[in-house]
Structure formats: structure tokens, C-alpha cells
């Protein structure tokens, strides 16, 4: 049986181990560089999580290795190039995670705009002792502009959900045609003008070189001063540093982060020390659903590979 090491436990491996021999970490935390190394030497195949880093030098240790199966939609932690020049394919998950982000997305958006963490922080401290017209006054979302930064699975099915709140919205992405966005009712803007125009400002885009701290302090100083930032794609797409001292400032007037960099961020982080600032431990594809589905797609992809066939989603063709 093909041998596989599994980087974290992740649920519905059951199954799969019937035919394959299943190495899993049940650490609280990753492996370290080191233990990644020594578990998958010897191994036919990898399912990685986002938490591990693939570089070159990873896959020189690992000379067996003809598989990668990434837990993940996002593939930023491996060296795609590396692992092709190496003949090995690497595999993610797009699709099955899309709806629950795209979920988490709108739930940051609500519970910033309608101060859901502050009204259960007071009524917990006891300060709730009447209605009281002037208290945590929020911002509406309905009807509200939605400024979506990278129109691809999760950014669309993001301006689905704000159909329902009849949200004017823009949208900046290299792969939104005029004629999509025509048909899908979306304004394809620039990122400035985005920026300037929105209540909502949600990121959408993978990581790469372009799109690393693609949100700087330029680009924070034009939001208005009651809108709200909401990242649930990489956090480096922010500049964290920038985030900090424009919040302070109050332009924008909060942000709402499932992903930030560093990531973890450390309990003393300056982030958060901000009132405006509501940070969650990247939960966006945290359904039973969707983690399910993903064991289900990174095994495909990870069987189908160690095959030689071609993978569903293999995101090195
Ligand atoms: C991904 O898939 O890239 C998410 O960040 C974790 O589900």
C-alpha cells in the first residue's frame, strides 16, 4: 500500500485507510521543518496544510516524494515551481470550501457593522440594565456599497450573498470582463476607486508577489472613515503595520481579519489592543461540511496522483 504522511488530523481519513498507509501528526501544533522532513522521507505521498512550508530544499530532502496534496485552496506555502521540477504534482482544493468562506466573509461584515462582539462583551461585563437608544450604533449594510478586491470563486459567490441586501457593488480583478460583470451586475472598478467608493472592502485574492501588501498605508488612508476592511484570504495581502496606525487614526473605521500576518497573531500583537479591530483565528472554511468535502477532494487529488493520473485540481499542471 501506497505510504502517506498526513501533516495535521483532519476529519473523514477513516476510509482512505483501507488502501493506504496513513502516517498522521496528531500534535496540537505542526510539525516543526525538521519533523515534516523526517515523516515524509520514505513516503510516496503528502497531504500538507497550509502551516507547512514546501521550498526547494524540502523537496531535495524527501527523494521519494511523487505526491502533494495541499488541505487547502490556497498553495502560497509551496514552491509550485520547486515540486514540478521535480516531477511532482501538487494538489488543493478549490470549490469545496468556497460557500463557507464566502459565509465568513459576510459574517465578519455583519458583526463589525452591528458591534455583535462589543453587545456581547456588555451584556457579559452586567452593564446591560436598559434599552438604550444611543447604545453601539452600528453602520447598515443593507443597501450599503460592497467593494470586492479578486472576483474569482470566493469573491463572487460573496457578491451573491449581497444581493439579498440590495448592495451596490465593485469589484477589481484581472479575470472580470466587462461582460461578466454586466451580467453578474457587478461595477468592475480600480483598486483606488474601490477604495474611495465602499462601506465594505472584502479581500478576496490569493497571495502572490503582486498581491503581498497589496493593502498599504496609500491605499488605507482612501477609505472612508466608516467603512470596514474584511480579510479572509492571506493576511500578508495587508500590511499589518499600516493597518495598526491607520486604524488608529480611524480610516478606516474598523477592520474585520479571519487571516492575518503573522499568523498566528501573538496575544500582544498592537492589533489587538484596537477597540476596531475584531481578529478570528482563520476559521473561513471551518464547517464540518467543508473540511469534510476537503478531505474528500485532497484525497482524490492524492490518490489519483500516486495513480499517475491526472489530478482533479491539480494547481502545478
Ligand atoms: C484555504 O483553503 O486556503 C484556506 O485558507 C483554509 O481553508
Known amino acids: 500500500m501506497p505510504k502517506v504522511f498526513v501533516s495535521r ?3 473523514g481519513l477513516e476510509p482512505y485507510a483501507e488502501r493506504l498507509t496513513l502516517d498522521i501528526w ?8 525538521r519533523e515534516l522532513r523526517e515523516r515524509t522521507r520514505g513516503c510516496d505521498g503528502l497531504v500538507s496544510l ?7 530544499d524540502f523537496f531535495d530532502s524527501v527523494p521519494g516524494l511523487k505526491v502533494v496534496s495541499q488541505y487547502a485552496v490556497g498553495v502560497n ?3 509550485l515551481a520547486a515540486a514540478k521540477a521535480r ?12 460557500d463557507a468562506t464566502a459565509d465568513m466573509a459576510f459574517t465578519l461584515m455583519l458583526a463589525a457593522a452591528r458591534n455583535v462582539v462589543p453587545g456581547a462583551d456588555y451584556v457579559k461585563a452586567g452593564k446591560w440594565k436598559t434599552w438604550e437608544p444611543a447604545l453601539l450604533l452600528g453602520q447598515s449594510v443593507y443597501g450599503a456599497t460592497l467593494g470586492i478586491i479578486g472576483y474569482g470563486r470566493i469573491g463572487k459567490a460573496v457578491a451573491e450573498r449581497s444581493r439579498g441586501f440590495k448592495m451596490r457593488v465593485l469589484a477589481v480583478s484581472p479575470t472580470l470582463s466587462a461582460e461578466q460583470a454586466a451580467a453578474e451586475d457587478v461595477t468592475a472598478t480600480s483598486l483606488d476607486d474601490l477604495l474611495r467608493e465602499s462601506d465594505f472592502v472584502s479581500i ?19 477609505m472612508k472613515p466608516t467603512a470596514t476592511l474584511v480579510n479572509t484570504a492571506r493576511g500578508e495581502v495587508i500590511d499589518p503595520a499600516a493597518l495598526y496606525e491607520a486604524l488608529r ?3 478606516p473605521g474598523f477592520a474585520a481579519l479571519d487571516v492575518t500576518e503573522p499568523e498566528p497573531l501573538p496575544p500582544d500583537h498592537p492589533l489587538l489592543s484596537l477597540p ?19 478531505t474528500r477532494s485532497a484525497m482524490a487529488n492524492l490518490e489519483a496522483g500516486l495513480r499517475g493520473e491526472p489530478m482533479p485540481h491539480c494547481a502545478n499542471p
Open 276 to 294: 476596531n479591530c475584531l481578529v478570528v483565528p482563520h476559521l473561513g472554511s471551518a464547517t464540518m461540511q467543508a473540511r469534510l468535502a476537503m
Open 50 to 56: 497550509l502551516t507547512d512550508r514546501l521550498d526547494a
Open 77 to 79: 506555502n509551496i514552491d
Open 87 to 98: 516531477g511532482i504534482p501538487v494538489g488543493h482544493t478549490p470549490g469545496v470550501l468556497t
Open 204 to 222: 478576496h485574492t490569493p497571495l502572490t508577489p503582486d498581491t503581498y501588501h497589496l493593502i498599504g498605508a496609500r491605499e488605507l488612508a482612501l
Open 26 to 33: 496528531e500534535g496540537a501544533l505542526p510539525p516543526s521543518p
Open 249 to 251: 487614526a480611524g480610516r
Open 9 to 11: 488530523r483532519v476529519i
